[in-house]
């Protein structure tokens, strides 16, 4: 009978120990992201440092190359979140697509606009070309509206496009266009071949964002704290990313994840965290530049009035967000 009871014995606490180490099991959370930038910093941080581990997180981050992949894969299931663009993620809502925005991460342009010195002013540009990532992209719209504001007609200088950072970069300095809309670390390394920033788009454009968090709904029912605990994750590693004291291991991780030199990674680096702000604190999702962004895709007929209708009040669940 003490044997028996030995191995009842032997055998709950085997059956405790299991459970217990189920329980503890970290979750697993599908990421989606166009590429390693710098964009997706924090990411790295939360990674690097162990701020998901913490959070009880496995993230697998998944790199698709393109921001419509990114969404469609979303919605599609094969991530459980995602980052997208602010206009990616409202029209793939818009259009009936299971996807919802939980979170805010680079709400800021990083972008600007490189010319080369013999460019002064805007005007400089009229007859000439610039090459910009594609006729509806936002970064285009605030372009467009700037020049309008300068008073410049956007036909006046010449449009040609491409969705590729590398690829406007490399038109620029192979003249084939006299200005670019770039960002980091493209815009630094035109600058040391001479070129100059005509405008820097993050600060003509605070009323769009970049970069948006995207929750798959069905992952979001089934799992909220992960939800939760994800976006926590990402809310300590911007406060990490914000602390001065954490300067030279920002600069070394951003080298690392990014694979660009120490000098690149640096003027990011001051740029990012010194002037441009583009990590919202605790992950917040700016109301405003959704709801403008929105109005701005049904102006320019990207959203129909129906599809508007339909969708209003549905782009955005904040219930996810640190307290």
């Not at 998944?62 to 206009?87: C, E, K, P, R």
């Amino acid at each position: 009978m003490r044997i028996l009871s030995a191995v009842a014995t032997a055998l709950v606490l085997l059956a405790l120990a299991v459970s217990s180490s189920q329980a503890q099991a970290p979750k697993k959370v599908r990421v989606g992201s166009v590429g390693a930038t710098a964009v997706n910093w924090p990411v790295f941080v939360a990674q690097e440092r162990g701020l998901f581990t913490a959070e009880g997180l496995d993230c697998e981050v998944i790199y698709v190359g393109n921001v419509a992949n990114t969404v469609q894969q979303l919605v599609a299931g094969a991530f459980d979140v995602a980052n997208s663009t602010f206009d990616s993620g409202i029209r793939a809502i818009a259009k009936g697509g299971s996807a919802v925005m939980i979170g805010g991460m680079t709400t800021k342009y990083p972008y600007s606009v490189m010319v080369p010195s013999s460019v002064h002013k805007v005007a400089d540009l009229k007859g000439k070309t610039i090459i910009l990532p594609f006729p509806k992209d936002l970064l285009t719209i605030v372009w467009n509206r700037w020049l309008s504001q300068q008073g410049v007609g956007p036909k006046e200088i010449d449009q040609i496009y491409d969705g590729a950072t590398r690829n406007r970069f490399n038109s620029l300095v192979a003249g084939a266009a006299q200005a670019a809309l770039v960002t980091q670390p493209y815009d630094f390394r035109a600058a040391a071949k001479g070129y100059r920033k005509l405008i820097d788009l993050g600060a003509v454009g605070r009323e769009f964002g970049f970069l948006a968090i995207v929750g798959n709904p069905a992952w979001l029912r089934k799992d909220p704290d992960a939800a939760r605990a994800y976006l926590r994750a990402v809310s300590a590693a911007t406060d990490w990313l914000y602390d001065p004291n954490n300067r030279n291991a920002a600069i070394a991780l951003l080298a690392k994840y990014t694979k660009v030199d120490a000098a690149d990674a640096t003027q990011t680096y001051d740029y990012y965290i010194k002037e441009l702000h583009p990590f919202p604190r605790k992950a917040v999702l700016p109301r405003d530049i959704v709801e403008h962004t929105f109005k701005t895709l049904v102006d320019i007929g990207d959203i129909s009035v129906a599809e508007a209708t339909r969708t209003e009040g549905k782009l955005m669940d904040l219930s996810y967000l640190p307290k």
